[in-house]
C-alpha cells in the first residue's frame, strides 16, 4: 500500500492544482464576462469537452490497461496507440466542425457557430498528450503522470487570463488549443523506457474493442454531468444559464478532486484481476471506498450547508440566487462520483459493457427528468433531475460490484462517520452567530474539517494508527511533518 499511497499523494498535488487553477479561471470569467457571457462559455466548454473524451478516454484507457498487464511491451502499445489516437482525432475534428450550425440550432443560439469551429481545433492537440498521460499511467509512473498534470495546469492559467482580455470568449479556447502543445514538448524530454519491443497480432483491432464501450460510457457519463446545463440553455435564458454555469463549476471540484482515485485503483486492479489475485482486488477495492467515504462526506454535507456563502465569494452577489441549485447539484454530483469509482472497477475487471449500459440508463432518465422539471421549477428543477439520476445509477452499480467482490461496509464504519460530522455541524451556527461575514466561512470551514478529522481520530477511532502510518509513509519528506505524526499517532 506504500506505492499506492505515495500515488495516490502525486495525483492528489496534481489534481489539487488542476482544480485550483480551474476554478481561479471560471471565478475569474464569471466575474469579467458576467453571468450572459460566462453561460456561453459555460456551453462551449461542456461541448468540447465531450467530444473532447471521445478522445482521451477510449484509446488511452486501453493503452493503460494494456501496459499494466503487458510494461515489457508498453512503448510498442503506446507508438501503435499514437498513429491510430491521431487519425481518429483529425476525423473527430472534422466532423464537429461541421456541426456547427446544427448545434447551435438545437441550443437556439446561433452566436455559438464560430466558437464551436474554433474549439475543433482542440482535439487533435489533446487527444495525444492524452495517450503520454496514460502511458505513465499504465507504467504506474505516477511521478511523471502528474508533472505533465501540473505542467498543464500552469500552462493554461498562464494562457488563458491574458487571451481572454484580448480576445474575451475565443480567447479562453485559444487557452485549451495551444496548453496541449507546450505540455507534450516536456512529455517528449521523459527519458523513455527501455523495455524490449516485439509485435503483438491484431494490436489495433485490440485498442480499438476495448476503447469503444469505453468511449461511449465516458461521453454519455460526460453528458450526463453536463446535460443539465444544456436544458437550461434550451429552456432559459443566457442569465440563468450563467448562473447554472456557477452551480455546476463549483459542484465539480468534488468530483474533480475524487476522481483521480479512479486513475490510480485502474491499472492496479487491472493488474491484481488479471492475476486472479482475488485477495489484493478485494483489499483495494475496500480500501479505497472506505477512504472514498470519509472525504467525500463532510465535504458534501458543508457545501450544502454554506452553499449561499460559497457562491456570494465565488462569483459575486450578481451570482447569488444560484445557491439553491448549487445546495442540490452538489448531492447528484456526490452521488455521480461515486459510480465513476464504481464504474472504473468494473471497467478495470474487464467488463466495460456493463458501465456503458448503465451510464446510458443514466442518460436516458436525466433527459427525461431535464425535461419535465426544468420548465416547472427552474435552475433547481436541473439539480433535482441530477440528483435523482446519480442516486439510482450509483445503487444498481454498487449492487453489481457488492455480489462481485462485496463492498465490506459494515454498520459500525457508517455511524462512525456520520456521529462525527454531525458533531462537527454545530461549529457552524456558533460562526454564523459571531459574525454574517461570508469571508467567515474560511476559518469556518477549517475548524469544521479540522474538528471532523480529529473525532474521526481520537473519539471514534475510524481512522487508525495503521491509516496514519500508511499516509505517513505515502507522503514525500514526511519528516518534515514529523510533529503532527507524533501528535496524531498519540506520542504528543
Known sequence: MTNLGKSTIYLFIAQAIYILTGQGIHFFLGRYLGPENYGVYGVILTLMMTINLLLITGIPTAVSKFISEDIKNANYIKNKALKLQFLISLIIAFFYFLSADFISFLLKDPSLVNYIKLSALIFPTYSVFAIYIYYFNGLQQFYRQSILNILYSIFRLALIIPLVLMFKIKGAILAFIFTPLFTLIFATLFKKCDYEKREIKDIYGKLIRFAFPVVIFSVFLNI???????????????????????????????????????????????????????????????????????????????????????????????????????????????????????????????????????????????????????????????????????????????????????????????????????????????????????FMIIPESFLFFGFYFLLLTFVFKEITLDDIRRLQRSIPFSNKFKFLFNFLEGKI
Not at 228 to 250: C, I, M, P, Q, R
Not at 283 to 312: A, D, E, F, G, Q
Not at 371 to 385: D, E, K, Q, V, W
Open 224 to 438: 450526463l454531468i453536463n446535460i443539465d446545463l444544456w436544458f437550461v440553455k434550451f429552456f432559459l435564458t443566457n442569465f440563468e444559464t450563467g448562473l447554472y454555469t456557477a452551480s455546476s463549476s463549483l459542484s465539480k471540484m468534488v468530483y474533480l478532486g475524487i476522481i483521480v482515485i479512479g486513475a490510480i485503483i485502474f491499472p492496479a486492479i487491472s493488474s491484481s484481476f488479471a492475476l486472479k489475485d482475488m485477495e489484493r482486488t478485494k483489499s483495494l477495492i475496500n480500501h479505497s471506498l472506505r477512504y472514498l467515504l470519509i472525504i467525500l462526506l463532510p465535504l458534501i454535507t458543508y457545501i450544502i450547508i454554506r452553499s449561499n456563502k460559497i457562491i456570494l465569494i465565488a462569483y459575486g452577489f450578481e451570482y447569488y440566487s444560484a445557491w439553491q441549485s448549487l445546495s442540490i447539484l452538489i448531492l447528484g454530483i456526490g452521488f455521480l462520483t461515486l459510480f465513476f469509482i464504481f464504474t472504473t472497477i468494473i471497467n478495470a475487471i474487464g467488463t466495460p459493457n456493463k458501465s456503458m449500459y448503465l451510464v446510458i440508463l443514466g442518460l436516458l432518465i436525466s433527459i427525461i427528468l431535464n425535461y419535465l422539471l426544468i420548465p416547472i421549477y427552474g435552475l433547481n428543477g436541473a439539480a433535482i433531475a441530477t440528483t435523482i439520476t446519480g442516486l439510482i445509477i450509483l445503487f444498481i452499480s454498487g449492487i453489481m460490484i457488492n455480489n462481485k467482490f462485496g463492498l465490506g461496509l459494515k454498520a459500525k464504519f457508517i455511524l462512525n462517520i456520520i456521529l462525527p460530522l454531525f458533531i462537527s455541524c454545530l461549529i457552524i451556527p456558533i460562526f454564523s452567530f459571531i459574525s454574517s461575514n461570508e
